[in-house]
């Protein structure tokens, strides 16, 4: 409103431009402000909202410059032809008494141009007061400094700011108002600063430093204009602190280079769980790219171990407790499986409401290679790699629960080798290890993928057959296993023959307990032993002949 009714005063359209100009920035000042309100809502960094709300204040700084010349020159050049018309009515009256019908007529001008000076005189002041006005809406500290570098004015921000009353500021040198360390450098570069008088941006790059009243020290921003009043240079600064965005500035230089040296991965995922940031261990972790994974969404990393309910779960607990944590097998962009025990943390803003979630990736590779070493060490016999006694009863108990529960039979195979101990006693321990790799190999070409092979001691291996359809299908498998295991061991000296005795029990035939089924395979086989070896027996009630 103050600028409309500025605008109406407006002599020339030189000046209604200028108001025109002033007012564009008064409202850019007004849409920014706006603006870094929704942006702070959004979460955006100090330094992000900065450059996003930075405005172009010059043009409107000269454009008060030039309507401040304008007025004043308007109001001189009033006065001056105020001046002359009086001086011509004086000069008419030196006529005499033969004039005096005229000074009616010249006391009308007297009147009009005593008239005139006055809307000139108030404009002057209409644009002194609106020039006051502007200074107290700023929303940055603006004070209007002298040549000699005696502060002239200043407005509300600028007394807030400081500490100082207005009463205090006015009158006070510039350098009171810096640290003592930078004063004498001032008073040089005040001088060469009126001496161009160009706007001009300050600290931009660097760190300047004012002083409060209470003695503290504030990071500030200054835009520089100049103007002329009476003759006399004047220049307007306007004074943004910027203590806290240098201070989240600092925090953010901190954050950003813990995230870089971090040694685990570390993803950052908007609330829709869409990629905004990682670091460069997590792009080593996974083998893509930053360009590659920003804006992509974590399941770019799926291996397909896990199913749907396993996500499904991690989110209700994000959800709920506002974390997870886990282990999670992903594949690198090579198709490697990345084994990584992961911790999300949900973030959220002002309003208690998500904004964005953070992941930490932990490389686990190594330790599941040693969990893995030492499941083969505790489970695996160490020279054939098949299971040893108790990963065998483990198996072998849970077969016989899977056949209780789907009602078919399992069997359990007991094989004792023919012909070893001579390989042993005659071609020594060495030969006797070929022997039983070779065996175990053989035994696994011999089973399917769901049965179990084991190596329990010595020269004894042990078979479990899952969920046999018939009974009688025992008997192939035997005759497979049996041909496989009868072959020849060749040296240089003489030339030996390996074959297997093989014993059968059937669950729930032959018993109801591991230990049960177990000694009936064991009978059967050395029943076997006893009829002549390199064949197969079932376990019979029946006393063997």
Not at 157 to 171: I, P, R
Request: net charge negative; glycine share 6%.
């Amino acid at each position: 409103a103050a600028i409309d009714g500025y605008k109406q005063l407006a002599i020339s359209p030189q000046q209604q431009l200028a108001i025109d100009r002033f007012r564009q920035v008064v409202d850019r000042y007004a849409e920014k402000y706006e603006l870094s309100k929704q942006l702070i809502d959004q979460g955006w960094g100090a330094d992000l909202i900065e450059r996003q709300v930075r405005v172009d204040d010059g043009p409107g700084l000269q454009a008060l410059e030039y309507l401040s010349a304008a007025t004043l020159k308007d109001s001189h050049a009033n006065e001056a032809a105020v001046e002359r018309d009086i001086a011509r009515v004086l000069a008419f009256m030196d006529w005499g008494w033969l004039l005096v019908p005229l000074l009616v007529l010249v006391s009308a001008v007297v009147i009009l141009m005593l008239y005139r000076l006055t809307k000139s005189n108030e404009v002057l002041e209409s644009a002194k007061q609106y020039a006051d006005d502007v200074l107290k809406a700023a929303p940055d500290a603006m004070i209007v400094v002298g040549k000699a570098g005696t502060i002239l004015n200043a407005n509300l921000e600028a007394q807030s700011l400081f500490g100082y009353s207005a009463d205090e500021l006015v009158g006070m040198k510039l350098e009171q108002m810096m640290p003592e360390r930078f004063r004498q450098p001032h008073s040089t570069y005040v001088n060469k600063a009126f001496e161009v008088a160009r706007p001009q941006s300050m600290n931009k790059r660097s760190d300047l430093l004012a002083l409060t009243k209470s003695g503290k020290e504030i990071s500030i921003e200054i835009n520089l204009s100049y103007t002329s009043q009476d003759g006399e240079t004047q220049s307007i600064a306007a004074i943004r602190d910027v203590s806290m965005r240098k201070q989240a500035e600092g925090h953010m230089r901190l954050a950003r280079k813990v995230l870089d040296d971090a040694s685990e991965g570390i993803l950052i995922t908007d609330k829709d769980a869409c990629i905004v940031d990682m670091n460069a261990a997590f792009c080593q972790l996974s083998g893509y790219g930053r360009d590659e994974l920003l804006g992509q969404s974590p399941s770019i990393l799926s291996s397909g171990r896990h199913d749907r309910d396993f996500y499904q779960q991690m989110w209700l607990q994000l959800a709920k407790l506002g974390y997870w944590k886990g282990e999670i097998w992903d594949r690198r962009k090579g198709g490697e499986l990345i084994p990584s025990l992961v911790s999300i943390s949900a973030v959220v803003d002002e309003a208690d409401e998500v904004s964005n979630y953070v992941a930490v990736y932990s490389d686990i590779t190594d330790l599941k290679e040693k969990e893995q070493q030492l499941e083969q060490l505790a489970h695996f016999d160490g020279l054939t790699g098949l299971a040893n006694r108790m990963l065998f009863h483990d198996r072998l108990r849970a077969a016989m629960h899977r056949s209780n529960r789907r009602k078919k039979c399992c069997a359990v195979m007991y094989i004792d080798l023919d012909g070893f101990k001579l390989v042993n006693d005659r071609l020594g321990h060495a030969a006797g290890d070929n022997v039983l790799v070779q065996v175990s190999a053989q035994i696994r070409d011999s089973i399917r993928e769901d049965d179990t092979a084991a190596r329990l001691g010595g020269d004894e291996f042990a078979i479990i057959f899952n969920e046999l359809a018939d009974r009688d299908d025992v008997d192939m498998l035997a005759e497979r296993v049996l041909k496989k295991l009868t072959f020849e061991v060749n040296s240089d000296a003489e030339t030996l023959f390996i074959s297997a005795s093989i014993g059968v029990a059937i669950y729930p035939d032959h018993g109801d307990s591991i230990e049960g089924l177990l000694q009936c395979a064991d009978q059967a086989m050395y029943d076997c032993k006893r009829h002549g070896k390199k064949g197969y027996r079932r376990f019979s009630n029946e006393k063997s002949q």
